[in-house]
């Protein structure tokens, strides 16, 4: 058996399960709704509060997709329920970003403005920026998946650079550092 997938999913309060006979998991929470498609071999029973994952053999295939879906079912249930939260930081000089509805503004040091359109599961905001600090943007959404991909997005309009460490990071990541080039004595 899967470590991950036999480990059956508990549901919080607030929210329900329902599978349709497609094999399509709909999850509904206080924080939004999301569905997933299964695989038509994985097969997902909900029992009162509890959400299974069975698999019909020990196939490679299915063990893979056991462990899989499982942990989005789960991902999808602590998303409705509590939700998820990523921070990127701005380091660099003249480097701002400012909210205005579902528009990032971003100052990145080229010779333009970026405007980066959010979808309406993404929720951003930023914080107030004291002297000497980066500014912080904090993206919050039901959906870990869509979450994900729009941080990975913005982080790719400035990736950070190991000499200066100039760049749009994550709260917490290390970036390593390289040393410059140093001048040899003649």
Avoid: C, W
Wanted: positive net charge.
């Amino acid at each position: 058996m899967s470590r991950i997938g036999k480990l059956p999913v508990n549901l919080p309060a607030g929210v329900t399960v329902s599978v349709s006979s497609d094999n399509v998991v709909k999850v509904k929470g206080p924080l939004g709704e999301l569905s997933q498609k299964v695989d038509a071999d994985i097969r997902v029973t909900v029992e009162g509060n509890v959400v299974t994952v069975t698999r019909p053999t020990d196939q490679p295939r299915h063990r893979s997709m056991h462990g899989l879906y499982r942990a989005l079912i789960n991902n999808m249930v602590t998303g409705v329920s509590t939700g998820y939260k990523k921070q990127q930081e701005f380091n660099g000089v003249g480097y701002r970003v400012e909210v205005k509805g579902q528009t990032i503004e971003m100052s990145l040091g080229y010779s333009h403005d970026i405007h980066f359109m959010i979808p309406s599961e993404v929720k951003a905001q930023t914080e107030a920026v004291k002297k000497g600090q980066a500014p912080v943007l904090t993206l919050t959404s039901h959906d870990k998946q869509l979450l994900g991909m729009v941080a990975a997005k913005l982080r790719s309009l400035r990736k950070p650079e190991p000499y200066k460490g100039k760049g749009i990071r994550f709260v917490g990541e290390q970036v390593r550092r390289k040393a410059g080039k140093s001048a040899s004595a003649k």
